[in-house]
C-alpha cells in the first residue's frame, strides 16, 4: 500500500517540478483520498501553493502537515517564511524555535520520528537502530524505538525498552506516560497506576496522566475515582466538541458499572448533546437493556443510519441501537433486520473462523485425557478460594455471579483474563480468535511450573479482591476452554458451567454487540451453531475426564427455582445458604458485563421464551444447532 502512496507523492513532486501544477495538485487530492494522514503530501501541497503565489493556501496545508507531523523540518522553515511575510511575527518565532529545535537532534532520530508519524514503522525503526548502534545511550532514541516497536503491537518489548530508559532517566515524563501506555496495553492495570500516580505527583493537572490513572482504574475495577476524574477533566470545558463527548460517555460507562443508572443515562444524554452524531453512545443506551427510546430518539438514529458517509463501525452501533429500540416496540421483524444488518458488517470485518475453533477443542480433547489428570495428581496450589464461572456469553453468568457474589463469605470480582494469557504463554495465541495455536503446550508444563502458575493467579487476582472474602469469583465465560489448565495450576477451584437453552442462548448473542474484537462468533447464524457446538463437545470431555468436577447449572432451572439452585452451588461450595443471595438485585457492587442492570433486578420470566419472538427468522439457527439443541445431562447436574 505505501508503494502506491508513495509512487502518487513522487508523481506529484515530478508534476510541480515541470511546472504543471493543477495536475500535482490533482494527483494530491487523489492521494488524500486514500490517505488522508499522510504528512508530507500535505507538504507537498504547501510547496504547490507558494508556486501558485497562494499563501493563505500554502499556510493551511503546511499547518496540517505539522499537526500530522511535527518533525518535518521543511514544513516549519516554509511556515515561519509565510507567517514573516503576512506579518505574523509570533508565529513565524514560534516556527522559527521549531526548526532550531529540530537541528539540535540528531537527523536520524528527525527522520526516524517522521516516518513513524507516517506509519512507516519498518524504515524508521532500521534507522533508529543503526543509529543507536553508534550512540546506545540515547534515551531519546530509545524512546523512539519504543513507541515505533509498540506501533509494531509489540507492547511488551516497548515496555521493555522503556524501562532500560527510566533506569537512565527517571524524570523522563514522556517516557513514563509511553511506559504506562504499554503497561496499559498489556492489561498490568496495578503497574500502568503506579506509573501514573509517579507521573500526577510531578504535574498533578495533566489531562493525559489522569486518563492514564482512570484507565489503570478501570481495568482494576475500581470505578468510583473514574467517576471523578472524568468530573475533572470536564471542567472547564466547553459545553460540545469530540473531547467532552468522549468524556461523557467513559464517565457514564464508569456510572453504570456502580449501578447509578440515572446519572449514567444523563451523562450518555450530555454527550449525545456535545455530539448529536455520536453512534456509541445511541448504543451504550441500548445496551443498558432496561432504557426505553423515544419517537424523537428512534427517528433521530434512523436518520444518522441513513448517512451516506458515515462510519462502518458507527453504522454498525446504530444497527444493534436501532434493533434493541424497535424489539421494545415489538416491532420484531423491523428490528431483526437491524440485528441482521449490524450482524453482517460485524461479521464481514472479523477474523473469526469456526474450524479453527473446532480443531483447539479436538487438540484440547487429545491432550487432557484421564490419564494426563491422574499423571498430574497433586500438582499446583491446593487453594479453594477461587471460582471459575464458565460458559458461552449471554448465557446468565452474570446473574450467576451476582447470586453468589450476594453471599458474606463471596466476592465477585470481574472477567479476569489471567487465565487465558497462560494459555497463550504457554501454547501461543491464534491470531484469528486467541485461542491455544499449540496445546502441547500444556504437556510441557513441569509440576513446579504448575504450581508457580497457580501462585502467580492468585497474586495477580489479589488486587482485584477488595473485600477479603474467603471465596472470589472470575466470571470469564472463555474460560470453558482452559479448564485443563485450571485443574492443573489450581486443583481446588470451584467450576461452575453456566448452560442456557441453545436457541434462547444463541439468539441473545446475535443481538449482542461486544467491546473491541471480543466473542467474533457471536455475529453469523452458522459461527455461533458451530461454536456452541464445539462448546458441548468440550464440555462433554471434561465431565469425561475430570468426573464430578464441574457443576452445570441450568440457566432456565435458577429462574425457575432460584432457591434450590442457589443451595446446590453453595454446597458445593461448602457454605450455609443465605437469604440474601435470593435478593441479589439489591446487592451494591459493580457490574460491567451488558448484563449489569438487568441483575440489578428481580429474575424474571420473559428471557426464557425471548427468541420466540424471532422465530420466523431463526429457522437456520435451529437447523445449524442440530443436535446440539437435544437436552444434556451428566455429572455436574
Avoid at 178 to 183: I, P, R, V
Avoid at 201 to 228: F, S
Avoid at 518 to 527: A, L, R
Avoid at 617 to 627: I, K, Q, T
Amino acid at each position: 500500500m505505501n508503494g502506491t502512496r508513495d509512487a502518487l507523492l513522487q508523481e506529484a513532486r515530478t508534476l510541480r517540478v515541470s511546472q504543471r501544477v493543477p495536475e500535482a495538485l490533482a494527483t494530491l487530492a487523489r492521494l488524500q483520498a486514500e490517505h488522508p494522514r499522510f504528512s508530507r503530501l500535505y507538504q507537498e501541497r504547501g510547496h504547490c501553493h507558494i508556486l501558485l503565489r497562494d499563501a493563505p493556501a500554502a499556510v493551511d496545508a503546511l499547518q496540517t502537515a505539522v499537526r500530522l507531523n511535527p518533525t518535518l523540518p521543511a514544513s516549519w522553515d516554509m511556515l515561519g517564511q509565510l507567517y514573516r511575510m503576512l506579518g505574523d511575527t509570533a508565529q513565524a518565532d514560534a516556527a522559527a524555535r521549531q526548526v532550531a529545535f529540530l537541528k539540535q537532534l540528531p537527523p536520524a532520530v528527525v527522520m526516524a520520528d517522521s516516518l513513524l508519524a507516517d506509519g512507516d514503522c519498518a524504515p524508521a525503526e532500521e534507522i533508529l537502530r543503526a543509529y543507536l548502534r553508534e550512540d546506545g545511550g540515547n534515551v531519546g532514541a530509545l524512546r523512539l524505538l519504543a513507541r515505533i516497536r509498540h506501533e509494531s503491537g509489540s507492547a511488551g518489548e516497548a515496555a521493555t525498552l522503556l524501562e532500560a530508559v527510566l533506569e537512565r532517566a527517571p524524570d523522563y515524563h514522556a517516557a513514563r506516560s509511553d511506559y504506562a501506555t504499554a503497561l496499559l496495553q498489556q492489561q498490568k492495570h496495578a503497574e500502568a497506576r503506579a506509573q501514573a500516580e509517579l507521573l500526577l505527583a510531578a504535574e498533578p493537572g495533566n489531562r493525559d496522566y489522569l486518563k492514564h490513572l482512570a484507565a489503570a482504574c478501570v481495568g482494576l475495577g475500581d470505578y468510583e475515582p473514574v467517576i471523578d476524574i472524568y468530573a475533572a477533566l470536564l471542567a472547564g470545558l466547553p459545553p460540545s466538541g469530540s473531547e467532552v463527548a468522549d468524556l461523557r460517555l467513559w464517565r457514564a460507562n464508569a456510572l453504570k458499572t456502580v449501578g447509578r443508572q440515572a446519572d449514567a443515562i444523563a451523562d450518555y444524554r450530555t454527550a449525545l448533546a456535545a455530539r448529536p452524531d455520536y453512534a456509541v453512545a445511541w448504543f451504550a443506551l441500548a445496551n443498558l437493556k432496561t432504557h426505553r427510546f423515544t419517537d424523537d430518539d428512534i427517528g433521530q438514529m434512523q436518520a444518522a443510519e441513513r448517512e451516506p458517509g458515515l462510519a462502518e463501525q458507527d453504522r454498525i452501533y446504530l444497527s444493534f441501537a436501532l434493533g434493541k429500540a424497535l424489539e421494545d416496540r415489538e416491532d420484531y421483524a423491523a428490528s431483526w433486520s437491524h440485528y441482521a444488518a449490524g450482524n453482517a458488517l460485524r461479521r464481514a470485518s472479523g477474523t473469526y473462523r469456526p474450524e479453527i475453533t473446532e480443531a483447539c477443542a479436538a487438540a484440547l480433547q487429545r491432550v487432557f485425557t484421564a490419564e494426563f489428570f491422574a499423571a498430574r495428581a497433586g500438582w499446583g496450589v491446593p487453594d479453594p478460594a477461587p471460582i471459575f464461572i464458565v460458559g458461552l456469553p449471554r448465557s446468565g453468568s452474570t446473574l450467576l455471579e451476582q447470586i453468589l457474589a450476594s453471599h458474606s463469605q463471596v466476592e465477585g470480582t470481574q472477567e479476569l483474563t489471567q487465565i487465558g494469557r497462560y494459555a497463550a504463554e504457554l501454547c501461543g495465541s491464534d491470531p484469528a480468535c486467541g485461542l491455544p495455536l499449540d496445546p502441547e503446550g500444556f504437556a510441557a508444563v513441569t509440576k513446579s511450573g504448575a504450581r508457580a502458575l497457580g501462585e502467580r493467579f492468585l497474586a495477580e487476582t489479589r488486587t482485584h479482591r477488595k473485600l477479603d472474602r474467603p471465596f472470589f469469583i472470575d466470571k470469564m465465560p472463555n474460560n470453558f476452554w482452559h479448564i485443563g489448565l485450571i485443574q492443573l495450576i489450581l486443583p481446588r477451584a470451584t467450576l461452575i458451567d453456566m448452560r442456557r437453552e441453545p436457541m434462547g442462548c444463541c439468539f441473545s448473542n446475535l443481538k449482542q454487540l461486544f467491546g473491541t474484537t471480543n466473542q467474533e462468533f457471536t455475529y453469523g447464524t452458522e459461527d455461533i451453531a458451530r461454536h456452541y457446538r464445539s462448546y458441548l463437545a468440550l464440555m462433554r470431555h471434561w465431565d469425561r475426564v475430570l468426573p464430578e468436577r464441574v457443576l452445570q447449572v441450568r440457566y432456565e432451572d435458577v429462574v425457575e427455582d432460584p432457591e434450590r439452585e442457589t443451595r446446590r452451588m453453595l454446597e458445593r461450595l461448602g457454605l450455609p445458604f443465605e437469604p440474601s443471595c435470593l435478593s441479589f438485585h439489591e446487592t451494591k457492587r459493580s457490574v460491567r458485563t451488558p448484563s449489569s442492570e438487568q441483575v440489578r433486578q428481580p429474575i424474571g420470566r420473559k428471557a426464557l421464551t425471548q427468541w420466540r419472538n424471532y422465530e420466523a427468522w431463526l429457522g437456520p439457527l435451529r437447523e445449524a444447532l442440530s443436535d446440539g439443541l437435544a437436552p444434556e445431562t451428566g455429572p455436574g447436574r
